[in-house]
């Protein structure tokens, strides 16, 4: 089987060459026909009209009913004097975790005030403060029903699946269709995004309860009832609470990008419209308010569910609770008193606030004028000599003006005897296999991602799934692709497909090489951790300001924010992983006389090929979540065609293209996998992050 | 065994042809086969047909007041003997009746209340809830039941008492070595008083030292307590030390049923001749059992209970060579010298390596009937 799937990918590379070398070759064979489109775009559209007319009624009447708490939480939070928020949150932040956090809590709610975005934040949180208890509620109940019943867990698993991969942006589309526009929109958005990790834990912490506890209240005489609700869940509380605080952090930056289509005064809304006023300063400031919202929440929330049961003291730990309310309360009481005596704790004056905005993009300014060459050159290497070789090949990029040189027919020949000369040496080396994804790597890089027929890219992908996945990888990816070439769309898939792959090419190899240091050094590895909670709780959008700052729109900036995000999981597993080699491996080839750099690569590397591979996977779903936002700042794939559909309200362009994102993260997704279950099996080591 | 029988112990519980099908828990087998053809045979082609006999007609009595051994290696189907015993997995076919009542055809609702007041489990694994402290871990029965609560601190505190944990109410499981940690699955197991007792390998978990030690803490509260017990182990010295009557389970099948010393002298077969191998014979045999029958009892002897191990007798053998007397039931039933112990033990040995020779000791035939 394997040696036919080598020679069939053969076949596949040389009818390749043949297509893209022979002149005038059946064009219908390069690029898609437009006539072939079939109308899905239409159907979509006609199929999402129907549902508005059957359903809208119900759901704005749904969202109506929904706007009464949602406008009365945000009244309360407003109404509340700031100073009175910030004592309540500071106490909740140290009874969770300890003065450290309190501390940061502290300053960062001191910063919101300070800055004068104090009703924004509240409007963002009070979306929050809605959305998590709903999205956990759902949550807990369908992970629930999914331990419970295998019929329920086969179709909410996969459901699951789809729901987590289409890009956020996607999921407004048909809710701003059903429900319309405004804030209670965005909380619909952002529990609909929110509830899958939580389905998830409460799944995963219900089944991983031991048996023997299980058992030991069953000996207890529980009841069903008493069984679920006293013995099981609270020992798979730990596990929910995971869920609790990944829910929180996928609602959070489901609010602010929910501020797109529901934006009314909320600090997401700031940052949009500051950006496309190109006011960088003043979307930095409100996009540092979501970043350090974001961590607090999720430093408060990870915080609580890490937390060991009250110490010692027993019977006591009821009374602590309490205790700890009543602190609360005396606080709030107290502050609110003063501030009653203390107008500027009531109401931050204006004449108080510090906006440095001004000074910020003076300073931005003076940084790109000064360091223009720099930049420039930084800009026009990436894209000369990395980007445009692999989008539309080597043939076209080097030309005097890029390269400083013609590609005269004796270079271009030089280049194919030595592509040729590479192919023959590893089909030696390693066998037709490898030595035909080579070549394919070979005329890719010449004849550019973009210029390559059709038919054989979707024969190599379906090879690619066989070989990592088995047939029905296959066949899903055919499917998968198929759906894509067919909704015309094939040319935005593959600019997608150049931008994530090339981003995610760059920041594995960064990312391992980093965590690689990491794990060998202690220093490196203290220092790259905070960056990357850092990066990691950072709402996905507020990561592009920076790089819109000093590089401007376009797709550079696009490509290394999206890197920046997802150099984040290769960093973390292959630290993790080579850090996690059993220690009496390591000892045994230090016995035997192992140096450090062969410990490294002849033990330690292959053993944590495994997890480092789900690292890789992990760094590919990273990608593509940053692909779609990142469409914000001028690219012109999959991404871009969710946010014009969001634009014109066009939910067939929008939703063609979010499932096609959606499939191909799943391709993706199953295919490393695949990889990472292959080494494992070649180990008999099992991979577990 | 028939409990009819005016003297016969009282039987507890009781179970006959128990089998448990794992995978494949296919009804075919049982229809007709089971009572017909031949276990063995039956377990071997459910084997090949993929299911997993893990229990095969297995039969056996728990009498009042005694502790029943479960022994075999790991896998013979030991633990899930004693969850059918307890219906925490449902047998695939046979009977199980716990004061002479059908335990198989209760409904949910009588299980729970039987669960509640009749039996108690200790888990190998202790089976603690990581979030409550010892105390309400051990009360949990006892919250489950609704009971009030000063009749569930009253008890809690006792039974916490009973395993020597006062002191140590307010602390977390993680917080515990691993032989408190047993304590409270034993507290907890006792709080509601249960009738019958079930321990599945309960010190296997636990340092030899540890081990030994819970064994002497158990047989002081089962001596209290006088419990019914089914107690599972795959250490043979430690079934020797508490076991009334013990059953040996190989392949899901009871291979032997009797007194530990009915096992040592006249093993089953050679599964069992393997287990009992390493056993001291001073450990099995009792006093009772090395009788020299060329010697009288007389005046002035020094007297001994005849149930005494013989390891136990050596001792005082030493500093009285004219022999003990040994009693039973306040009356002499004969003289142990140094020279019998000696003769008992060498026949023994002789008849281990595989002489001819007879054992100087035959009980009635042991198998399970
Ligand atoms: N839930 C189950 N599903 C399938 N097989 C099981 C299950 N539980 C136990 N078994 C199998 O039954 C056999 C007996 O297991 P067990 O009763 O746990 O043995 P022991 O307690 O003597 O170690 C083993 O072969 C085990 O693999
Ligand atoms: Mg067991």
Redesign the pocket.
């Known amino acids: 089987m394997r040696r036919r799937l080598d020679w069939l990918q053969a076949g596949v590379v040389v009818a390749m060459l043949v297509l893209v070398l022979a002149p005038g070759a059946a064009s219908w064979l390069i690029a898609y026909p437009a006539e072939w489109v079939v109308p899905i775009t239409l159907w979509l559209n006609v199929f999402m009209s129907w549902c508005v007319d059957l359903a809208g009624p119900a759901c704005r009447a749904l969202s109506a009913a929904l706007g009464v708490p949602m406008t009365a939480v945000r009244e309360l939070l407003n109404w509340l004097p700031w100073s009175v928020t910030l004592t309540l949150a500071t106490f909740v932040a140290w009874a969770a975790s300890g003065w450290r956090l309190a501390a940061f809590t502290f300053f960062a709610i001191l910063y919101m005030v300070v800055i004068g975005y104090w009703s924004e934040s509240m409007n963002s949180l009070a979306l929050v403060a809605i959305s998590v208890p709903a999205a956990v509620g759902i949550g807990f109940a369908l992970g629930a029903l999914a331990f419970v019943s295998r019929r329920a867990e086969r179709i909410i698993t996969p459901t699951l699946d789809l729901l987590q991969t289409v890009p956020a942006f996607a999921y407004l589309l048909p809710i701003l269709l059903l429900f319309g526009f405004g804030p209670v929109v965005g909380m619909i958005a952002s529990v609909l995004y929110a509830f899958p990790p939580t389905v998830r834990n409460t799944r995963l912490g219900l089944s991983r309860v031991p048996p023997e506890v299980v058992e030991a209240g069953l000996m207890a005489g529980a009841t069903r009832n008493q069984l679920f609700w006293r013995v099981r869940t609270p020992n798979a509380l730990r596990q929910i609470l995971l869920g609790v605080n990944q829910t929180t952090m996928a609602a959070f930056s489901m609010v602010i990008i929910a501020s797109i289509i529901g934006g009314t005064a909320d600090i997401g809304w700031e940052v949009l419209l500051t950006m496309r006023k190109a006011l960088f300063g003043e979307s930095l400031l409100a996009g540092i308010v979501i970043a350090l919202m974001a961590m607090v929440m999720d430093r408060i929330t990870a915080a609580a569910a890490s937390a060991e049961p009250a110490p010692p003291g027993g019977n006591g730990r009821l009374r602590a609770r309490h205790r700890n309310a009543l602190i609360a309360v005396g606080l709030a009481l107290g502050v609110a008193l003063l501030a009653s005596l203390l107008p500027f704790l009531e109401e931050y004056p204006e004449a108080w606030e510090v906006y440095p905005a001004q000074y910020l993009n003076d300073f931005i300014t003076w940084i790109v004028v000064e360091h223009a060459k720099t930049i420039n050159l930084i800009k026009r290497c990436a894209f000369f000599f990395v980007m445009l070789p692999v989008k539309t090949g080597l043939d076209q990029t080097v030309t005097p003006f890029t390269w400083g040189f013609e590609f005269t027919a004796p270079l271009r020949a030089g280049y194919a005897l030595l592509a040729a000369a590479l192919v023959a040496w590893v089909a030696i080396r390693r066998g037709i296999g490898s030595a035909s994804l080579i070549a394919f790597v070979a005329i890719m890089v010449y004849f550019g991602i973009t210029r390559l027929p059709w038919p054989a890219m979707l024969a190599m992908t379906v090879l690619l799934g066989w070989r990592l996945g088995g047939p029905r990888l296959a066949l899903g990816t055919a499917a998968a692709f198929g759906f894509l070439i067919v909704a015309g769309v094939w040319p935005q898939t593959l600019l997608s497909f150049y931008l994530c792959g090339l981003a995610v090419l760059l920041s594995f190899t960064v990312g391992t090489a980093l965590g690689i240091l990491a794990s060998e050094l202690d220093g490196v590895s203290a220092f790259v951790r905070p960056i990357n909670d850092t990066l990691q709780t950072m709402p996905l959008f507020v990561i592009l300001i920076p790089f819109v700052m000093i590089f401007k729109i376009g797709e550079f900036t696009a490509l290394l924010a999206i890197m920046a995000y997802a150099v984040v999981p290769a960093i973390r597993y292959s630290e993790h992983a080579l850090r996690s080699v059993p220690a009496d491996v390591v000892e045994a080839a230090t016995c035997f006389g192992c140096t450090r750099g062969q410990l490294l690569w002849r033990v330690k590397l292959p053993l944590a090929m495994p997890v480092i591979m789900l690292g890789l996977n992990q760094t590919i779903m990273f990608a593509i979540a940053m692909l779609v936002i990142a469409a914000l700042v001028g690219t012109n794939g999959l991404g871009q065609q969710v946010y014009i559909g969001l634009g014109d309200g066009d939910f067939g362009v929008g939703m063609v293209a979010g499932i096609g994102m959606a499939f191909i993260a799943m391709i993706a997704d199953r295919m490393t996998q695949g990889l990472s279950r292959a080494r494992e099996e070649r180990f008999g080591l099992r991979a577990e992050v | 065994m028939d409990d009819r029988t005016p003297d016969a112990p009282q039987v507890k519980l009781s179970c006959r042809e128990v089998w448990k099908v794992?995978?494949d828990e296919a009804a075919p087998y049982f229809r007709q086969e089971v009572s017909t053809g031949d276990p063995g045979a039956l377990a071997a082609r459910m084997r090949g047909d993929g299911a997993?006999p893990?229990v095969v007609d297995v039969s056996f009595d728990v009498h009042v007041g005694e502790i029943f051994v479960i022994m075999?290696l790991?896998?013979?189907?030991?633990?899930?003997v004693v969850r059918c015993l307890s219906r925490l997995v449902e047998p695939s076919h046979g009977e199980v009746r716990l004061d002479r009542e059908d335990l198989l055809r209760k409904s949910d609702r009588e299980l729970i209340e039987i669960r509640r007041h009749k039996m108690g489990m200790v888990f190998q694994s202790f089976g603690l809830m990581p979030h409550l402290n010892v105390f309400d871990n051990v009360a949990l029965p006892l919250t489950l039941q609704g009971r009030p609560a000063s009749e569930r601190n009253e008890r809690v505190s006792r039974v916490i008492r009973l395993v020597g944990l006062e002191g140590r109410e307010s602390a977390f499981p993680r917080q515990l070595s691993g032989g408190q940690q047993q304590r409270v699955g034993i507290a907890r197991s006792l709080a509601v008083e249960p009738e019958l007792w079930f321990l599945d390998e309960p010190f296997s978990a636990l340092d030899p030292l540890i081990r030994r030690q819970m064994q002497d803490e158990f047989l002081r509260i089962q001596h209290r307590l006088k419990k019914s017990i089914v107690f599972i182990t795959h250490d043979f010295l430690e079934a020797l030390r508490i076991a009334d009557r013990m059953m040996i389970m190989r392949d899901g099948r009871a291979v032997q049923v009797g007194a530990p010393v009915d096992l040592v002298l006249n093993p089953a077969d050679d599964y069992v001749a393997e287990f009992t191998e390493d056993v001291p014979m001073v450990r099995v045999l009792k006093a009772s059992d090395v009788l020299d029958p060329s010697q009288a009892v007389e005046a002035g002897m020094p007297r001994e209970d005849a149930d005494l191990s013989v390891e136990n007798l050596l001792p005082r053998l030493a500093r009285h060579r004219g022999g003990i007397a040994m009693m039973r039931g306040g009356e002499s039933i004969g003289v142990v010298t140094a020279a019998s112990v000696i003769a008992a033990l060498a026949q023994e040995k002789q008849h281990r390596a595989g002489t001819d020779a007879p054992p100087s000791v035959r009980r009635g035939d042991s198998r399970p009937g």
């Open positions: 794992y995978r997993i893990a075999g790991s896998g013979s189907g030991k633990s899930t």
